[in-house]
């Protein structure tokens, strides 16, 4: 489902990712751990070309970009329609409502009836348990709240791959765990997840692989019961025995 070949990001002379190679099959999901700075945000921004990656090719499903050239703008936001991100702040339209901001995509974008947004919108509010805030604006909602909103804006493109970079770390402690509930029901359903976090027990509990990311390259990465339990690496010993 994903294939990521020699993928290099400088920032001017900073180089942020240093030839990554990774694969991930559908319906899997990756855990991407790290300290700051390591580059995880950065790998998950070139995978939806919110960054263009310096060289490397990246391929997601059957659509592939080599970065070895400069690749037309057509291409790059054909292939973003594959992908649908979560970020760590909401980012919701502030003076549309919960409906409107999950219509917005399918409206604009894939030029969807009305109708047929509406709908759609709808489901995927009562999917991630907002079905009675559909006419509710982003600032009557919590913060977990508007973070499903946004987990609903970006299935509601039909993505091939779902991207979450640090999508509670924004929020109270309290309200971390409705965010990962749906997270983790979108797992059980088979969608294919990359996911930049902190929160060590969902990544055992869902994540079929973990990528443990410093300065730029894959340390290591493993099975969650292999990794946490037994890291080959020594920066990877150091790494979880700060975080756990």
């Not at 409906?99 to 995927?124: C, D, H, I, W, Y």
């Not at 990544?203 to 079929?208: L, Q, T």
């Amino acid at each position: 489902m994903i294939s990521i070949n020699g993928l290099t990001k400088n920032f001017g002379e900073l180089e942020v990712l240093k030839g990554i190679n990774l694969q991930v099959e559908k319906g899997r999901v990756v855990v991407v751990i790290g300290p700051s700075g390591s580059g995880k945000t950065t790998l998950l921004r070139c995978l939806n070309i919110l960054e263009v990656p310096t060289s490397g090719v990246v391929s997601i499903g059957e659509q592939t970009l080599d970065f070895s050239d400069r690749v037309a703008n057509k291409h790059i936001a054909a292939f973003r329609r594959q992908t649908g991100m979560v970020f760590q702040g909401y980012n919701l339209f502030p003076h549309k409502t919960a409906l409107e901001n999950v219509m917005e995509g399918p409206l604009t974008v894939k030029k969807e009836t009305k109708k047929a947004a509406r709908t759609k919108a709808a489901s995927l509010l009562n999917k991630v348990g907002l079905g009675d805030k559909m006419d509710v604006y982003p600032y009557q909602l919590s913060g977990g709240q508007q973070q499903r909103v946004g987990i609903a804006r970006a299935l509601a493109m039909e993505p091939n791959v779902m991207l979450f970079d640090e999508p509670t770390s924004a929020l109270d402690p309290e309200l971390v765990g409705e965010v990962l509930k749906v997270m983790k029901d979108l797992a059980k359903e088979g969608m294919t997840m990359m996911v930049v976090t902190h929160e060590m027990r969902f990544a055992k509990e869902v994540a079929d692989e973990i990528i443990f990311m410093e300065d730029g390259i894959v340390v290591e990465k493993g099975a969650p019961a292999t990794l946490f339990s037994n890291p080959q690496q020594v920066r990877t010993r150091q790494f979880l025995r700060m975080i756990q």
